[in-house]
C-alpha cells in the first residue's frame, strides 16, 4: 500500500492544506504511517496527538491516530488544544517521544494541517520530504499501538504560572488586563488561567469556533487587534494580549491602544532577561528592527539575526543555548525556565512578569522606545521558479557594495537610511521586502532601492498579498 501527497502541502515548517481539495483523511492516515514509522526505527514508541478548533480537526485526528497505531505506535491523545499544550505534553512526559498537533494556525477556516516534535527537536524541512519519499513507496512499519486519553489542561496551567513565581503579589493584584483569543483552540486555556491570575482580567472571544465569527486570528494585522484595543480602552486597562489560531503566536497592545510588534515584545523581554543572564545571546529573525539588536547589546546581550522560521530558530537556540528568541510574527520562544518552544500564553505570563520586575508598566517600556519608520511586510507573488534565484542575483549585484549584506535569509542590506529586506518566502511563490528608517526621506531612498533591484531582475514589487 502507498499514498501521495498532493504537490503543495509538503511544506518547509509544517505540512498544509485545503480541506477536501489538498488535504484529507487519507493524508492524515499516511501521515500517522510515516511518522509512527520514523518514531519506532528511533527507538521510541509512544507519540501524543492534539487538535486545534477547526471543524476539520476531529476528521483528521481520527484517522492520524488510526495511522499511528497502524505503525505499532502507542498515542496519547490529548484532545482539543492550544499547539503549546502539545508541545508541553511531548516535553514534560520522560515516556513521550514525539507529537504531533493538527492545526490550521492563522489560515482560514478552511484550511488545516500538521505540526511535529520528533524526540524533543523540530520536524521540519528534509524530514517533512522524507515522510512524502516513504508513503509513496508504501515504506512503513506494521503493527498495533494503543490509544489512551490524557487531560493536561490543569497540569500546562500550574506549568504557566510558575512564570510569575517571586514576584511581589502586591504589584500583580494591581494590575488590570485584556485578553483576545480570537475563538481559536487557547480559548479554554485562557480562561483557566486567568480565573487563577491575580489582578483584574477582561476575555474575548474564548469560546472555540472553527469559523472564527468576530475576526481572523492572526494578531499581526493590526485591524485584527481593534476589538482588543476597543476593550483596553472602554475598561482602562494596562494592556492587551492576542493570540493567534493555535495559541503560538503572540500580538500586543499597550493601555494607549499602541500596537507592541514581535520585536518590540522581545525588547521588554530581553531587558527583563539579561538583567539575570549577562551576555546571554538572543535571537531574532531577520525582519526584526534594529532598535532590537541595539537595545539587546546595550542591555549587555549578544544579538544573534537568524533566518525567518519557528523551526529554523528553535533549532539555532538549541545549537548556540539561547535562552530567549523571537520572530516578528509573533513566535517567542523561551528556553529560560521554560521548554524553549512557541508559547503565546507563556509570553503573555512573562510580559507581565518584565513589566513587574523592571518596575515600569507595558505603556512606559513600549513608550520608551525609538520611533522608527517602517514599512509593513510587503509581499508579492513571484514565480516559485524564479523567486530564490531572483534573492541570488540581488546577492550578486551586492557583492562590491559598500553598505553592509548580511544574506543570512536573503538580503538585508544596511546603510546610512536603515535597512532594507528582501528573501523568499519558505512557505508561498511569494518575495517578502521590508524597510526601515528614522526618517520618511530615508524610507523612500530605501523602498527605491529594493525596486531598484527587482527591475533590474526583471521584477516589480506588485500588489500585496496575505499570508
Known amino acids: 500500500m502507498s499514498h501521495s501527497f498532493h504537490s503543495t502541502i ?26 509512527g514509522t ?56 520522560e515516556e513521550v517521544d514525539g507529537g504531533i498537533q493538527i492545526t490550521g494556525s492563522h489560515n482560514p477556516a478552511n484550511y488545516n494541517g ?31 499501538g494503543t490509544v489512551e486519553d490524557v487531560d493536561v489542561l490543569d497540569a500546562y496551567i500550574d506549568r504557566l504560572l510558575e512564570g510569575l513565581d517571586g514576584i511581589d503579589a502586591d504589584i500583580l493584584s494591581g494590575l ?20 487563577r491570575l491575580p489582578g483584574e482580567h477582561h476575555l474575548l472571544f474564548t469560546e472555540v469556533d472553527g469559523e472564527f465569527p468576530n475576526h481572523h486570528p492572526d494578531p499581526t494585522v493590526p485591524e485584527n487587534l481593534e476589538d482588543l484595543q476597543r476593550l483596553v480602552s472602554a475598561k482602562s486597562l494596562d494592556f492587551g494580549v492576542a493570540f493567534d489560531g493555535d495559541g503560538d503566536r503572540i500580538g500586543a497592545i499597550d493601555g494607549e491602544g499602541r500596537v507592541i510588534w514581535g520585536d518590540q515584545l522581545l525588547m521588554i523581554y530581553a531587558e527583563d532577561l539579561l538583567k539575570k543572564r549577562p551576555g546571554a545571546t538572543i535571537i531574532a529573525d531577520v525582519k526584526a528592527s534594529r532598535a532590537l539588536f541595539d537595545h539587546i547589546s546595550a542591555c549587555g546581550g549578544d544579538p ?13 537556540m538549541k545549537e548556540v543555548s539561547s535562552p530567549l528568541a523571537g520572530e516578528m510574527s509573533g513566535h517567542v520562544f523561551f528556553a529560560d525556565e521554560y521548554y524553549g518552544f512557541d508559547d503565546a500564553l507563556y509570553a503573555g505570563i512573562r510580559l507581565i512578569a518584565a513589566a513587574a520586575r523592571l518596575g515600569k508598566s507595558v505603556t ?7 520611533q522608527m519608520l517602517n514599512t509593513p511586510e510587503l509581499r508579492f507573488q513571484v514565480d516559485e ?11 550578486a549585484r551586492l557583492a562590491d557594495s559598500p553598505d553592509e549584506v548580511n544574506s543570512t535569509d536573503g538580503v ?26 528614522d526618517s520618511e526621506e530615508g524610507l523612500a531612498r530605501l523602498l527605491a532601492q529594493i525596486d531598484e533591484q527587482l527591475a533590474a531582475s526583471g521584477l516589480e514589487r506588485g500588489e500585496s498579498v496575505g499570508h
Open 304 to 316: 544573534l539575526m537568524w533566518k525567518t522560521g519557528h523551526s529554523l530558530i528553535k533549532s539555532k
Open 114 to 144: 500538521f505540526k511535529m516534535v520528533f524526540r524533543g527537536r523540530p520536524f521540519f524541512g528534509a524530514d517533512i520530504l522524507r515522510l512524502g519519499e516513504m508513503a509513496a513507496t508504501g515504506d512503513w512499519d506494521d503493527g498495533i
Open 38 to 93: 520514523l518514531i519506532r526505527r528511533d527507538g521510541g514508541n509512544k507519540v501524543v496527538v492534539g487538535y486545534d478548533g477547526r471543524v476539520s480537526s476531529p476528521m483528521l485526528e481520527h484517522a492520524l491516530v488510526e495511522g499511528l497505531t497502524c505503525s505499532g505506535v502507542n498515542v496519547r491523545r490529548i484532545g482539543m488544544s492550544a499547539t503549546p499544550m502539545l508541545y508541553y505534553a511531548e516535553a514534560s512526559a
Open 364 to 370: 512606559e517600556l513600549r513608550g520608551a522606545m525609538p
Open 176 to 195: 488590570k488586563v485584556g485578553w483576545d483569543a480570537g475563538n481559536g483552540a487557547a480559548g479554554p486555556a485562557l480562561e483557566k488561567l486567568a480565573a
Open 412 to 437: 538585508r542590506v544596511t546603510n546610512a537610511d536603515g535597512w532594507w529586506l528582501l528573501r523568499a518566502s519558505n512557505t508561498q511563490d511569494v518575495l517578502v521586502a521590508r524597510a526601515e528608517s
Open 10 to 35: 509538503l511544506r518547509e515548517y509544517d505540512i498544509r492544506g485545503i480541506i477536501g481539495e489538498t488535504l484529507g483523511a487519507d493524508d492524515a492516515r499516511a501521515i500517522g504511517r510515516g511518522f
Open 385 to 395: 521558479s524564479r523567486k530564490f534565484a531572483a534573492i541570488d542575483e540581488v546577492k
